[in-house]
């Protein structure tokens, strides 16, 4: 009994020091990433905060209301609106073609969907300027018709396009290969229609993965700047988005106003990030009653 006792000690010992250590451990990694998120995340909205209304209120309000902001607002808008359409159809055609076919090349497509990952949003860019500029081959019919794609809105759509192009793709494509192809084949042979088959048995299955998709999409357009700064020409009132209008504001040294847009970005994006925790948490109460 008094040997058992003895043994016990050392080990009840190595368990305090143990649970002492795991203590210490898990309360440096939280104080660390909590000084990481406050210097690296809050800090910088808040001096954004601070320096919008700098001047006060009327000062912010002038700087929102300005001509250029607006148009820069809504020329945001549509290059946003324009590229999150064409990625859902995009998006869904694809996923629908990788996950419910089998066929050669498979794998090449879909390393090709996910080339705007890899790919500087700069070179997107002067790929759209080689392709539609001056020395593209499509010139001189583009000129003929009147038709202008850099330095113009649809170029800033297209770059867009480029570069949000596989965010909806790869959101749903896990979710319709989880999902499997018994149930539209069971419908298929009960003679359902293919559009009837998507709308519904397809759809309901992804819709949160789709908005999930959605949201990323959304949230990478409204910020894109590399690839809208090739094309656009900086052209100021024309093809300036947001982000190209707070360079410009910054660069003449006018901080309060380019504070006060980005201060719509910011908002955006907080608006987005609180979208994006919705559907992660309705997808994860989906998986839940499934299993």
């Known amino acids: 009994m008094e040997a058992v ?3 016990a000690k050392p080990v009840a010992g190595s368990q305090s020091r143990f649970l002492k250590t795991e203590t210490i451990v898990k309360w440096s990694l939280i104080l660390t990433g909590a000084a990481f998120l406050v210097v690296m995340m809050i800090l910088p909205l808040i001096l954004i905060g601070v320096e919008a209304l700098g001047k006060g209120w009327n000062a912010y309000l002038a700087a929102l209301n300005e001509p250029f902001a607006r148009k820069a607002l809504w020329l945001t808008a549509e ?4 590229s999150v359409v064409s990625n859902t159809i995009f998006g869904l055609a694809a996923a629908w073609l990788l996950t419910k ?13 996910d080339l705007p990952f890899a790919v500087s949003p700069v070179v997107a860019g002067l790929f759209f300027i080689m392709l539609f500029g001056r020395l593209s081959p499509f010139y001189d019919t583009l000129q003929a018709y009147h038709i202008a794609v850099v330095f113009a809105v649809p170029g800033i759509v297209l770059a867009t396009i480029f570069v949000t192009l596989p965010f909806i793709a790869r959101s749903i494509i896990p979710v319709m290969e989880g ?8 419908a298929a042979l009960m003679g359902a229609s293919g559009w009837r088959i998507f709308w519904q048995i397809t759809l309901p299955n992804i819709k949160w993965g789709l908005m999930y998709g959605i949201i990323l999409c959304t949230a990478r357009a409204m910020g894109e700047f590399g690839a809208v700064s090739v094309v ?7 093809t300036n988005t947001l982000p ?10 006018n901080f309060t106003a380019a504070f006060a847009v980005s201060s719509i970005l910011v908002g955006l994006a907080v608006l987005v990030l609180i979208l994006r925790n919705f559907v992660e948490w309705r997808m994860e109460r989906k998986d839940d009653h499934e299993v």
């Open 5 to 7: 006792t003895k043994l």
């Open 79 to 82: 290059a946003t609106v324009l």
């Open 101 to 113: 076919f089998d066929f050669r090349g498979k794998t090449l497509l879909g390393s090709i969907i």
């Open 179 to 186: 999902q499997g192809r018994d149930e539209e084949e069971a």
């Open 232 to 238: 656009s020409g900086h052209i100021r009132g024309k």
């Open 244 to 253: 190209l209008h707070i360079e410009i504001l910054y660069n003449e040294y």
